[in-house]
């Protein structure tokens, strides 16, 4: 399945949902939020979230900052 | 007698209560575990984050990490990186997701070279966030009528600069800052360009409830004692201030030991 990730393109391998995306991707378990297509999805939401082809996908993290 | 400084002078911001004045950023520093040391040296209770993109390499450095795992300790995400409202009114909201607090340090400044708070988008994402039940602190201009009207759209602080970020400029802004300290009602915190503990000493003097240090911390030659040091001096400048400071002689010099003329022995 074709998927923009941080504005480049992925090529999922087995992934349908935004859980097992993040697994695919080696961020299971990190503190990260996912916006899919411009919509925050809440971590608790991740496995019921279904991905569909030609979806955006972002995927932030807290950094060190002022 | 009781003692100040003896943790009876607590303040209180979006309805939690805190006893550190000195609020501590975790950028610049050059590891993980200075970081944390910095922020445990500090006492500080309140500790800024910012969010950016996961790079594609999953095995970024997690320089957070370390920092969930202390006890005590209020996420505060910045906005830095937003260029205007609806840009950090996002980020916010990306920050609770992950800060797991409504704390939010709205911080707009869209010019690389100065850093220096826009005003207006600063405004319309503070009254946008507010309104959300975020708790605002907003990064703004050493201005009191901006601070008055983000008092008045529900900021639940005010984080006037000192002097440009990562500048070490120190409280250029003094003048101004008393201003909108003998106004507010909410805290005032100094947020930017401190660059030695008697700066955030002096701050706290006049009047300030808190400050916010990060470059001047992790840019020092020895983050940790640096953070111990700015620790010590807001507690002398909040001190000092309740104390009461004596006023100023006038440019006339009023004796301290008493003048009697008894070497000479005139009037005797």
Not at chain 1, 8 to 16: D, V
Not at chain 2, 75 to 93: D, H, I, Y
Not at chain 2, 180 to 187: E, L, N, Q, T
Request: hydrophobic share 45%.
């Amino acid at each position: 399945m074709k998927l923009t990730v941080n504005g480049e393109a992925y090529e999922a391998k087995r992934a349908e949902t935004v859980t097992s995306l993040l697994e695919e991707m080696g961020f299971g378990g990190r503190a990260v939020v996912v916006v899919l297509n411009d919509e925050v999805i809440p971590a608790v939401s991740r496995d019921a979230c279904g991905l569909r082809e030609g979806d955006c996908i972002d995927l932030f993290r807290l950094v060190g900052g002022g | 007698m009781e003692r100040q400084g003896n943790g009876q002078d607590d303040w209180i911001v979006g309805g939690r209560r805190f006893s550190s004045r000195l609020l501590m950023g975790t950028g610049k520093f050059q590891d993980s575990e200075t970081m944390v040391g910095a922020v445990l040296a500090s006492g500080a209770q309140i500790v800024t984050v910012a969010l950016r993109r996961v790079g594609r390499v999953s095995r970024e450095d997690d320089m957070l990490g370390p920092l969930h795992r202390l006890g005590g300790i209020t996420l505060m995400p910045n906005t830095s990186g937003a260029r205007n409202a609806a840009e950090a009114v996002r980020a916010a909201r990306l920050g609770r997701e992950l800060g797991g607090s409504p704390f939010v340090k709205v911080e707009i400044h869209p010019n690389p070279h100065h850093l220096m708070p826009d005003p207006i988008e600063t405004f319309e994402a503070a009254r946008v966030l507010a309104a959300e039940g975020f708790v605002v602190m907003p990064y703004m201009p050493a201005d009191p009528v901006l601070a008055r009207r983000l008092e008045d759209v529900g900021c639940a602080s005010l984080m006037p600069l000192g002097s440009a970020i990562g500048s070490g400029g120190g409280l250029a802004t003094a003048e101004m800052l008393r201003l909108i300290i003998r106004d507010a009602r909410i805290p005032v915190i100094v947020d930017a360009g401190l660059r030695s503990p008697s700066e955030a000493a002096a701050a706290l003097e006049m009047g300030c409830d808190a400050v916010l240090v990060n470059s001047a911390v992790a840019a020092s030659g020895d983050p940790i004692a640096m953070a111990a040091a700015f620790a010590q001096a807001v507690v002398a400048g909040r001190n000092a201030h309740r104390a009461g400071i004596m006023p100023r002689g006038g440019g006339t010099a009023l004796a301290t030991s008493p003048l009697t003329e008894f070497i000479s022995g005139e009037g005797t």
